[in-house]
C-alpha cells in the first residue's frame, strides 16, 4: 500500500463538504418527514408505496443516463444543475403549501420525486467528483471522510426531524435515540410545507458554495466522444469483460438496497404497528444508524487493514443478515436503536471497502458509468422488493415484521455470493498495488 499523501485540493473539498453537508441535512428531514406523513397524516401507507415501487423501476432509464452524463460532462456543473433544479421545485411545493395550506399527495410526491432523481445523480457525480481531486493514495480516506461528512449530516437532520415533526413544550420530555431530553423552550411541529422552504434554501446556499470550487485534476479524464448510447455501451463492455467485478457490484450494494426500503417503507409502519411508537423513534432509529455509519467511518480502514476488502465486505453482510431476521420477531425499542447502530456501521463499513476497490480498479473516465451500471442493479431490486412490500398482506395487523426477515434472507444470499470473488479480485487488486 502507498503512504498517505497529503490532500491536493483542499480548499475545494472542503467546499464541496460543506454544500453537501447543508443541502443533506434539509433533504434528510425532508426524506423522513414525507413517508411518516403519509402514514401518520394522510394514512396512505400504500399509496405512498405504489408511488416509490413505480416511479423507482421508472427511473431504471435515467440511472443508466446519469452514467453517460457524469463522464461526459464537468461535474461541478452538474451539481450546479441538480441544486438549482431540486431547491426550485422545493420552494415552489413550498410557496403552493403557504398559500393553500396542508399539502395533498400530489405535491409532496413531487418533492419526493425530485429528490429520488436527484439521488441516482448525486453519489455517483459525488464519488466521480471526489476521486477527480484526490490522489490515488488518498482513495480510501477520502471515502471514508465522505462518510463521516455524510452520516454525521444524518444524525442532525434526525434530530431535526424528531424535533420539527413531533414538536415539544418546554420542560416535556423528547425522546430522542431513548434518552429523555428536556428542552427549556417549546418548538411548534413544523407543517410539512415549511420543511420544504428549509430544504429549498439550502440547496441555494449550497448552489453559491460549489459555484466557489476551483480545484485541479488528479486524475486523467478524457471524456469518450460519440453520443449516450456509445458511451454506456463502452461501460456495459468494461464490465462484461470482468464477470467477477460485476457479480462483486452488484451483491454488494444488496445493503444498500434494503437500506432505503428499510427506511422509507418498512421502518416508519414498524415503529407504529409492531412497537406502538411516534415519530421520535422513527427520526431516532435514523439518527442511530446514522451513529454507527460515523463510527465506521472513522475505524472501518484499521479494523479491517489486514483483511481483504471482498472478504470483510461479505462477512459484514453475513452477520447483519442475521440482526435483520432477529428484527422479525423484536419487540423492543432498545433492540431496533442496537440493530440500527449496527446496520448503519455495516452500510458505511461495505460502502467504504466497495467504493475504494472500485477507485483503484476502475479510471475517472468510466466510474461514472460503473457506478451507474451497479445501481441499475440497486434500483431495480429497490423497485421490485417495495413492489412486494406494497401486497395487503404486509399492511395487515402487524405483518410489516415480515419484511425484515425477507430482508435478512436476501442479505445473506448475497453475502454467499461475493464468496467465489474474494480469492480473484483479491490477486488483481495486489497485483495492480504492485
Known sequence: MNADRPFANTPALVLLFLANTISGAAQGISLIAIPWYFI????????FSQFYSIFTLLSIGWVVYSGALIDKYSRKNIFLILTAVCGSVALSVSAYGFATGPLGALPTL????????NFNLHYPTLYAFAQEMTHKANYARIISYLEIQGQTTNVLSGALAALLLVGVKAGEPLHLMGVQ????FSIAAWELHEVFLMDGITYAVAFVLILAIRY?????FNPE????WQRIRTGFDFLRARPKLLLFGVMSYGVFVTVLVQDRILLPEYVRVQLQSAADVFASSDMLFAMGALFSGVITRRLFSKMSPIAAVSLLMVVLSL???YMAFNTSIR???IFSFFYGYVNTG???MRVTYLFNTVSNDKIGRILSFFKVADTTLRGLFIALFTLSFFHQENNIRFGYLVFGIFILLCGLMIVPTIRPLTDQLKKQQS
Not at 401518520?40 to 399509496?47: M, T
Open 40 to 47: 401518520d397524516n394522510l394514512k396512505s401507507p400504500v399509496v
Open 110 to 117: 413531487l418533492v419526493m420525486g425530485i429528490t429520488l432523481l
Open 181 to 184: 431530553v428536556h428542552l427549556p
Open 216 to 220: 485541479k485534476r488528479q486524475t486523467t
Open 225 to 228: 466522444d460519440g453520443g449516450a
Open 323 to 325: 440482526g435483520y431476521m
Open 335 to 337: 433492540h431496533l436503536f
Open 350 to 352: 461495505v460502502r467504504i
